[in-house]
């Protein structure tokens, strides 16, 4: 089978900067059209990059773009999204589902406030998501096109030391984990894949540079997921379902040994270790 994106249409939430950017430009490099869903429209000096931004990055590779300003915590803004997408281009193939929250503190740090946004971005949100794409992914099935949905979470493992230091983080990354096991079963029938997909190492995300004390020099690139979600998505959607990818097994599996050119710093060996990887 001939592996390529061309002419797919992507869902992609948390679209604007990062690793959901990342995967959109990896998308469009094949030709396919991009529907960026996230919230920054106005430029955040914290914060680079914006819907706009991004949908010039995606046309510039090679792809069409759809701008979709949306709070994934909205489900009538979701609903909203997808109409825009199937208006612009007719269907949805692939959903990502990489929007995400994160705090990581111990319980009396905290906030119920933070505690809720966790939830509701990583899980409600990544649930609200598949559900409202999820006609458009059996069409996609009916007709032959390979469908998938990705979320961007970790291999589940019930061990104290991943809840320990950050229990409502973990709970919330592992709720969408729980839709990648659950969908794929539910969706089985269908056709239509269900995977997640985490990276070995810490990736240098603006996200990641809020976080005091990391150093991105021991960071890799988040062209890493990019490319090993595009080894997925790529991947038939009736037989590639279920499962739980780890970026750099992936992409070894496929023959991609030489992992220097996703460095911040080539040369690094000694890279932070990201969370949930035994």
């Not at 409202?132 to 030391?161: D, F, K, Q, W, Y």
């Not at 969408?176 to 239509?192: D, K, Q, Y």
């Not at 810490?202 to 976080?211: E, G, P, S, V």
Request: aromatic fraction near 6%.
């Amino acid at each position: 089978m001939t592996r390529s994106l061309q002419g797919k249409t992507l869902f992609i939430t948390g679209a604007s900067r990062g690793i959901g950017l990342a995967i959109a430009l990896r998308a469009a490099r094949d030709g396919a059209n991009i529907v960026l869903v996230a919230k920054t429209i106005d430029p955040n000096p914290k914060l680079p990059g914006t819907l706009h931004s991004a949908a010039e990055q995606v046309v510039a590779a090679g792809g069409q773009a759809l701008v979709v300003p949306t709070d994934i915590r909205d489900e009538n803004a979701v609903a909203a999204a997808v109409r825009a997408a199937l208006e612009r281009f007719g269907g949805i193939d692939i959903l990502v589902n990489n929007a995400s929250a994160i705090q990581l503190t111990p319980t009396a740090a905290t906030p119920m406030k933070r505690f809720d946004l966790m939830f509701d971005v990583n899980v409600r949100g990544t649930y609200c998501c598949t559900q409202a794409c999820l006609p458009a992914l059996i069409e996609s099935a009916l007709a032959g096109r390979n469908p998938h949905v990705l979320n961007m979470s970790p291999p589940l493992s019930m061990r104290e030391h991943w809840f320990r230091p950050h229990v409502a983080y973990t709970m919330a990354k592992y709720g969408m984990s729980e839709c990648t096991l659950g969908h794929a079963g539910e969706f089985r029938p269908h056709g239509i894949a269900v995977n997640s997909l985490w990276p070995r190492t810490a990736i240098a995300t603006a996200a990641l540079q809020m976080i005091p004390g990391v150093d991105l020099n021991k960071c890799r690139q988040p062209e890493i997921l990019a490319d090993a979600a595009w080894w997925i998505l790529t991947s038939p959607s009736k037989s590639t379902t279920g499962q739980f990818f780890i970026d750099d097994e992936l992409l070894a599996s496929h023959g991609v040994h030489d992992l220097d050119r996703y460095a911040v710093l080539p040369g690094t060996t000694d890279f932070i270790p990201d969370f949930f990887v035994d």
